[in-house]
């Protein structure tokens, strides 16, 4: 009896025992390497269609010091060995084999943010996410017009066609994926603007919404001027009086511009210099925002025709040629 007795309580105590280091080892924080911390914690990349175990020893090859067959014997007891997702992953000091494998299961793949900026073109753009050393490369010698054929927007002129925001991705996320989403974001941000658009406006559709916008977004970068900007150039659109507006014609010199704007620039016609040619050119100058867009909508309801930059970011606005020449005489000849 006493045997019979002994036979069963040691095989319970060795599976309590084994039961209890499992729990201890699962809530263990995983030993990372010195060099992993809270803000540059390990990367680990799960390709699809990798098994558990394979998994497991993807975590060790990362540089977690752990045996892989433990971790994948852990995997397959919590009954989600094969609900584990692919991706790119960020192990933190503290993930336990616990909170690693929750991870991997819902997907929590490691995120980035990358900006693009009000007022930039297209070009410059593109070249600043080009330089992220987190977006895998995927448009890298191709020109403007081959990468709006690649998004699926073969034919259309990329200036404008990314709306400037932040935007969440995964890392080593392709830069084909994110141009898609702010392209997306700038046909739906620009759909809903053209939406809500004053019926008095000049603008006869939403491209021609893009172009104003882009002008006022370089014409100015303090809010409260923005619908007076979009204003003076609504009315002069009215009247055939032409936009004299020295963004357009930098945008027109391209490289050419060395950052001092002659009056031989002035004269100089080409399709976007707005002091020979009435009308607004040919395509948006620069990427703007949506208080750009707004404020090209929706114009202030002013007498103005001219404005000028009185130094401190806001401009003087006047509706003669006579106050504007004045204002010229005060704000820009003084300095």
Sequence with gaps: MRVLRTLVVYPLLLLAVAFML?????????????????????ELDIAPGSSARAVARRVQAAGVDV??????AWFRLSGQSRDIKSG???????????SLLSKLVRGEQALISVQIVEGLTAAQAIGALQASPDLTQDLAGLSLEQIMERLGKAGVHAEGRFFPDTYRVVKHATLSSVLREAARAMDERLARAWDSRDPASPLQSPEEALVLASIVEKETGRDADRSLVAGVFSN???????????????????????GNLRRVDLTTDTPYNTYTRAGL????????????????????????????????????????LGEHNAAVRRYQLRR
């Design 22 to 42: 499992g729990h201890w080892w699962v809530h263990k924080p995983l030993a990372l390497p010195a060099q992993a911390t809270a803000d540059k914690p390990l």
């Design 67 to 72: 045996m892989p067959e433990l971790l994948f």
């Design 88 to 98: 790119v992953y960020e192990i933190d000091p503290g993930d336990t084999p616990r």
């Design 236 to 258: 002069r659109l009215r009247v055939g009086m032409r936009l004299q507006t020295d963004p357009t014609v930098i945008y027109g010199l391209g490289e050419r511009f060395d």
């Design 281 to 320: 050119p040919p395509t948006p100058i620069a990427l703007p925002g949506m208080a750009s867009l707004m404020a090209a909508v929706q114009p202030a309801s002013t007498k103005a025709m001219y404005f000028v930059a009185r130094g401190d970011g806001s401009s003087h606005f006047s509706a003669t």
